[in-house]
Antibody, heavy 120, light 107 residues
Framework: QVQLRESGPGLVKPSETLSLTCVVSGASISYGHYWAWVRQPPGKGLEWIGSINYGGTTYYTSSLESRVTISVDPSKNQFSLKLTSVTSADTAVYYC?????????????WGQGTLVTVSS | DIQMTQSPSTLSASVGDRVTITCRASQSIGLWMAWYQQKPGKAPKLLIQRASNLESGVPSTFSGSGSGTDFTLTISSLQPDDLATYYCQQYQTNSFTFGQGTKLEIK
């Protein structure tokens, strides 16, 4: 059974960098799927952030592309998200997820999500 | 980016009802549509991919249809466990945009 778990600070100050890591178990991150980040502001809908494969090929949503970096560490079976210059609009539950084999952005396994609040 | 418009935003129905949620894409996406169910406080669950392909373990009361720009998610007989918010997501392009969600309430 594939399991994903997000970790990172729950509170980030405005203008600083949000950093999260997703540890994958039950599947090798090198298998060939893409690995994605999706976020959800409190009480609002889902927003796809981006995805990466084991070789480091990335895809990002255009609205965040200038501030986001997704990286992968196959040796630790984990991938990470960095979002720079955060504001209160970046307050959200952040999910990491595994994508299906035929897509870089449709996800069949998800982490439980982690709430990141941007506040001074 | 492709915009996805779901309707209705909220839907109230009774157990046993047939329920339909629609999603319209701002341009043709072929069959590259997925549907998710998200229960309160939980991560989304993939229900359907490629417009009509039911994921393993998803009850057969769920079905998807459509192509091009217009898609529907149908629950043939609403059950109490179906209380959730439902999202569509396109994967024709690398923007992978979601619809704004349809909150399903049980009367």
């Amino acid at each position: 059974q594939v399991q994903l778990r997000e970790s990172g600070p729950g509170l980030v100050k405005p203008s600083e960098t949000l950093s999260l890591t997703c540890v994958v178990s039950g599947a090798s991150i090198s298998y060939g799927h893409y690995w994605a980040w999706v976020r959800q502001p409190p009480g609002k809908g889902l927003e796809w952030i981006g995805s990466i494969n084991y070789g480091g090929t990335t895809y990002y949503t255009s609205s965040l592309e200038s501030r986001v970096t997704i990286s992968v560490d196959p040796s630790k079976n984990q991938f990470s998200l960095k979002l720079t210059s955060v504001t209160s609009a970046d307050t959200a539950v952040y999910y990491c997820a595994k994508t299906i084999s035929s897509s870089r952005g449709i996800s069949d396994y998800w982490g439980q999500g982690t709430l990141v609040t941007v506040s001074s | 980016d492709i915009q996805m418009t779901q309707s209705p935003s909220t839907l109230s129905a009774s157990v046993g009802d047939r329920v339909t949620i629609t999603c319209r894409a701002s341009q043709s996406i072929g069959l590259w549509m997925a549907w998710y169910q998200q229960k309160p406080g939980k991560a989304p669950k993939l229900l359907i991919q490629r417009a009509s392909n039911l994921e393993s373990g998803v009850p057969s009361t769920f079905s998807g249809s459509g192509s091009g720009t217009d898609f529907t998610l149908t629950i043939s007989s609403l059950q109490p466990d179906d209380l959730a918010t439902y999202y569509c997501q396109q994967y024709q392009t690398n923007s992978f945009t979601f619809g704004q969600g349809t909150k399903l309430e049980i009367k």
